[in-house]
């Protein structure tokens, strides 16, 4: 058999035209590369299991039916719309790209691109608005993946002159229309998403896959944190890490916290706060290891051990009024 002339996996066939018999599958699945991409998923989130075992049983379906369709075998194109339902920072916009990817590498899409939107660029303010921002975003989504967060306000019922049903017509006669050229991805929290979905049964009937993304535990949120810094050179001293541990426990008590989004954002003021106590002292000379390490002095600054204080507190940048103060 003229290897070059076969296709991409190990098939047989009667002829060149005709449906092939055989595949190696493991030839195939490495051939594609979705393999890649899953490994990557695994190394960029941490935890997420439920998530990522379905990601997985996604990607294998595609695969088994990429080949049933070079098989000549009965094979429909797949309804790939999704929703994503959890708390923010719980890696739904990073899944998102991966699954693009796969997307792409399979051919279910055309480019692997994901286009992220909210309400703002969908709906407009005034009449005749809204049917060219979304069609504008449709046409700059097509042959990829349209990421709408919190879809849930498209809907507002009690406002009489909201133009939200009207994107919401329009994007499900395209995702009905166009399926085969675009994949939508749904996302908001859950208990909003299920009344949305209430008020717009439309929506319900076109989403294949509904996927809940849990919240981090403590131990997995430690894990982000010292994989965040890994990839910033720098690391936690031995007493920075347990301060670290009680700070994860206090601050996911506390209003509007964001998952793996609050844990990045508390690493930069520690790094901040690292960087002034550096440069406090002019005279001393420092090491990479003074530089890389971040010290339970750094943790323990933070205001979410100061529970129930008041008044201004100072930072790198000035004073900051309880009102201002950052969430982490």
Known sequence: MNSQADPPAAAEGSGEGLPIERVDLRREFAEVGIGDVLDQLDRELIGL????TRIREIASLLLIERIRKRMNLTSEVPTLHMSFTGNPGTGKTTVALRIASILHKLGYVRRGQVVSVTRDELVGQYIGHTAPK?????????????????????????????YGQEAIEILLQVMESQREDLVVILAGYGDRMDKFFGSNPGFRSRIAHHIDFPDYSDDELLAIAELMLQGMNYRFSLDARQAFIRYIALRKTQPLFSN?????????????????????????????????????????????????????????????????????
């Open 260 to 328: 793996a989004r609050s844990i990045r954002n508390a690493l930069d003021r520690m790094r901040l706060r690292q960087a002034s106590r550096l440069v406090a002292d002019l005279d001393r000379v420092l090491t990479a290891d003074d530089i890389m390490s971040l010290e339970a002095a750094d943790v323990l600054a933070s205001r979410v051990f100061r529970s129930g204080s008041s008044g201004e507190i100072e930072g790198t940048c000035g004073t900051l009024k309880p009102s201002e103060r950052p969430a982490s």
């Open 134 to 162: 979304t069609k504008e975003i449709l046409k700059k989504a097509m042959g990829g993946v349209l990421f709408i967060d919190e879809a849930y306000y498209l809907h507002r019922p009690d406002n009489e002159r909201d």
């Open 49 to 52: 299991k439920p998530v990522k």
